[in-house]
């Protein structure tokens, strides 16, 4: 049942050591404050999931709270290379991470799974693809009706989904509009969630019918924080900071200039230094 | 004696393939922007299709990411990222699915996954994102990159996404009933898979280029097609509506000024 908190209670009940953690958003609404916090808690040996391992990923894999992440593309869209994920991956640098690799339907399809209650996702899909070999985790089943064979994957149930998004009501019912990815999905496969709202309403308003709202009852810490979804965005509040993302190539290429910037920017802020983002759209 | 560059040859002939009726599925960078010069150019009602799960979408800047804000204002509906695989991609409702490559062979079986060894890669890429579903759930695939040694290799480091494997029946036996890898559009010339042997032969080169020049970037022995014509030059209007796509997307995606932003 929805509890509002604030992040850093909300994190903290939440996520602890050791713990799957899937902290969704498609380019859209990634929980970046969410993400910070996680460092400024310190968690450790992390299962991260995410499609997009992203700029949040990147982050917490070069201060060493992951142990493992399962992905399915990890660069920086439209830039390159995610510099803190391919140094842990190539060098093991600040310490080992384990790697499963999969592909968008696969991960997008085990998401749904995991909503779904189901053991796993079936799809058509890594005909002639390598990654099958590589990943022992995605198996081929024959479908009873037809003979066709099929792809299947586990679905995806983390221990803890974090998410962002634009609304919560008062009572806790949250609303997601524009790109809207595997959120859903994310937090229904989950034991526990936290969701950071742009902020908190008496009343959606004029919504149709068929938005996308996780009810109260679906739905684990609420915590408003505005902005924080930077330098992602939040449709209809402001948009994607292309700029930073270009800017943290730089940023991120070497481990000093990375680890001042989080001093700076994680260790010493916190979630309400998010707003600026929010206001300055 | 050209007043256009390799690249702006590239996208131009690669926009020209697709036809106002094609439903595309486009990945980000290369293929993203010959899609939209397209849409702005001889194909107006061209179907764009991201996969952050935007159907129809009309950007007037190109977007740096799948999923900007600018994807999902303009288009005529936008579905969650399971349905967009599900219902539209492995539903078969694309025409054509636009892919760039970080290694490519012969006959379009694409890397973008690492160099070297997948265990202990001296690369490590971004990985496959859409790609290996799209490469055999799309009608037909057209590829877009430029050309080098380091990127047409004889041999790919690992296949993330099948084009015509080994070569004929390949992709039969992987039950897979779709075209694959139809069109292969460099900075240099133009490729289709011969019909027979499945390898991608050269059949029309960019104005100014030598054959000399096709060979020294490829990594295979190059083939020619039986004709091997002159890829027609840009004209003015689409390099006017390449340039002012290029010339808005650049001021949209600026790096603020202090080269640093904010957290």
Redo the contacts between chains.
Sequence with gaps: MAEFLSLSEAVEGALADGDTVAMEG???LIP?AAG?EVIRQGRRDLTLVR??PDIVYDQLIGMGCARRCV?????N???G??HR??DA??NGWPGPLEIE?H???AM??A??AGAAGLPFAL?????????PK?NPAIKFITCPYTG??LACVPAIRADVAIVHAQKANRDGDVLFE?????Q??AVLGAKRSVITVEEVVDDFGAVGPNA?ILPKWTVGAIAAVPGGA??S?A?GYY?????????WD??SRERDTFES?IKQ??LA?GPE??A??AAAA | MSDYTPAEMMSVTAARALRNDDVCFVGIGMPSEACNLARLTHAPDLTLIYESGTLGTKPSVLPLSIGDGELCETAVTTVSVPEMFRYWLQGGRITKGFLGAAQLDRFGNINTTVVGDYHDPKVRLPGGGGAPEIATSCGEIYIVMRQSVRGFVEKIDFVTSLGHGSGPGDRERLGVTTKGPSLLVTDLCVWKPDPETREFTVVSIHPGVTRGEIEENTGWDVRYGAQVEETPAPGAQELEALRGLKARTEAAHAVPEKGEAAE
């Excluded at chain 1, 992905?71 to 660069?75: A, D, L, R």
């Excluded at chain 1, 799809?123 to 990654?131: K, P, Q, S, T, V």
């Excluded at chain 1, 948009?239 to 800017?247: E, L």
Aim: glycine residues 12%; neutral net charge; without cysteine.
């Design positions: 498609f380019t859209h970046h910070h499609m997009t992905f399915s593309w990890g660069g869209p439209g830039v290379s995610l994920f391919r991956v190539q690799e592909s968008h339907a997008a399809n998401y749904d799809f058509r899909g890594y005909r002639g693809a390598e990654l590589v066709e064979e524009g790109i809207v990815g595997v859903k999905e996308v930077h330098p965005y449709h948009a994607r900071d292309n700029g930073f993302y270009k800017a730089k940023i910037w920017h994680v802020g230094d998010f600026k983002h």
